[in-house]
């Protein structure tokens, strides 16, 4: 039998749960990034003698695209690091401190970048572009 096998069950599931909300941000930043390249492509074929349609926002959605797929990396690494630290102090026999700042870190760039998808979503929809 596994020694503390409920503890490393639990580790392993925070785990995979954090694998799979980074694969879901990652998912999320492609499909901005292609939408906003689609919006670009369908720009230049719809425009009408030579004069191109603009396109709302510029390259804001490619920029927020690429930010999603590195937030969602780097929460696979950090789940990593935090899965492997968990497991040892769940089998060391002394108490561990457990520090958070890299988990505020990413939540805090997170919410920024919801932010600005909101703040230019918004923009978008007042200037009706």
Not at 109 to 115: A, N, T
Request: cysteine-free; hydrophobic content about 55%; proline content about 3%.
């Amino acid at each position: 039998m596994i020694r503390n096998f409920s503890d490393h069950a639990a580790n392993e599931r925070t785990f995979l749960a954090w694998v799979r909300t980074a694969i879901a941000v990652m998912a999320f930043g492609f499909l901005v990034a292609k939408f906003n390249l689609f919006l670009k492509v369908a720009a230049q074929s719809l425009a009408r003698d030579g004069q191109a349609i603009p396109v709302p926002g510029g390259g804001f959605g490619g920029v927020a695209g690429i930010v999603l797929i590195l937030a969602g990396t780097a929460m696979v690494a950090i789940a990593a690091m935090r899965f492997i630290h968990t497991g040892r102090a769940i089998d060391s026999p002394e108490p561990n401190v457990d520090g958070t700042r890299l988990d505020l870190t990413l939540a805090g760039l997170m919410v920024l970048l919801g932010i600005a998808l909101l703040a230019y979503l918004a923009h978008t929809l007042v200037t009706g572009l």
